[in-house]
């Protein structure tokens, strides 16, 4: 199993010692440095300050937003940390929600499939270099020949030769469709929630996508990375409530009452009466309601909480359901440290070939 420290999105101001975090992670042995965004800060920027102190760690976008820039620009983005960082750059890319993408963003959040596709192509192409880009598609047209265009618009290839034509891209993605896709056409899956339990439904919509015609990998080449929080503790009741803001506003808060992705992950799950309760104080501005009608369940499901040997346990068993990287948050350099020692010492006992 490998570990990546997620360093998330900023609130209202840039976390803490940070940069220790990410110095005390590569030595402790983790693989990778993952930032994200939402609507403050950008999810390159970080990982372009923080790992240029680093040597060895991947650098991961977990995730950055589709709408934030066009799929040209974010290439451009890729390949520059890529060069920076001696080709440790993994693009992890996701749509958002229509709340961010239209509020936010100002675009259109419709068919948000067809989007990844041509957005991922996009980027693709831009990578390989081998021609100057075009796309025909509806959603980002290359030149742009629509309102307010001048008919001028030239098919590029970037001038910066891309370190890596293969510069691995991931996507975040939640529903049967999106997650049938994300096999189809990426290098690996980000899981924003994961639950051992329903690996075998996941699997089932991985394979969907790696039958396709013309489909980019297959399971063995393809890498499932898990949102997981992972605590050592001796008081896990008190870890978990810690959990539990955190679910509650990805429940309630994270998307509007009639379309919230991950209230629909977690109705999959069979917590259709908690999505229901939790959605509704959210949104009636009781958010410690909200929190209190999280189930101890549901955090067991998403979240590796207790002692070294049950952490070590809890490891072994996410491995055996398909994840291959655990994308953590720790708090401080001693949390970095106890993860490492109890995930990179948990072991592969009896795991299955994926």
Known sequence: MRIGLQLGYWGAAP??????????????????????????????????????STERVRLGTSVAQLSARSPASCAMHALTLDHLSG???????????????EGWYGGPFAKPLARTREYVSIVRQVLAREAPVRNDGPHHPLPYGGPGSLGLGKPLRPITHPLRADLPIWLGAEGPRNVAQTAEIADGWIAVY???????????????GF????????????EVAATCQVVVTEHAAAAKEQVKPSLALYVGGMGAASMNFHADLFRR???????????????????ADAVAAVPDELVDEVAIIGDREQVRAGVRAWRRAGVDTLLVGCRDVAAVRSVADAVLGAGDEALPSC
């Open 15 to 52: 976390p803490d010692r940070a940069g220790e975090l990410v110095a005390a992670a590569e030595s402790a042995g983790f693989d990778g440095v993952f930032a994200a965004e939402s609507w403050g800060s950008d999810a390159f920027t970080p990982l372009a300050w923080w790992g240029a």
């Open 87 to 101: 080709g440790r750059c993994v693009l992890g890319l996701g749509v958002s929600g229509p709340q961010v993408v």
């Open 194 to 208: 994961f639950s051992p339990r329903v690996a075998p439904l996941y699997e089932e919509w991985l394979a969907d």
């Open 211 to 222: 039958a396709r015609p013309g489909a980019r990998r297959d399971r063995a080449g393809f």
């Open 269 to 287: 799950m069979g917590y259709g009466e908690a999505v229901e309760e939790i959605t509704a104080h959210f949104l009636a501005g009781r958010r």
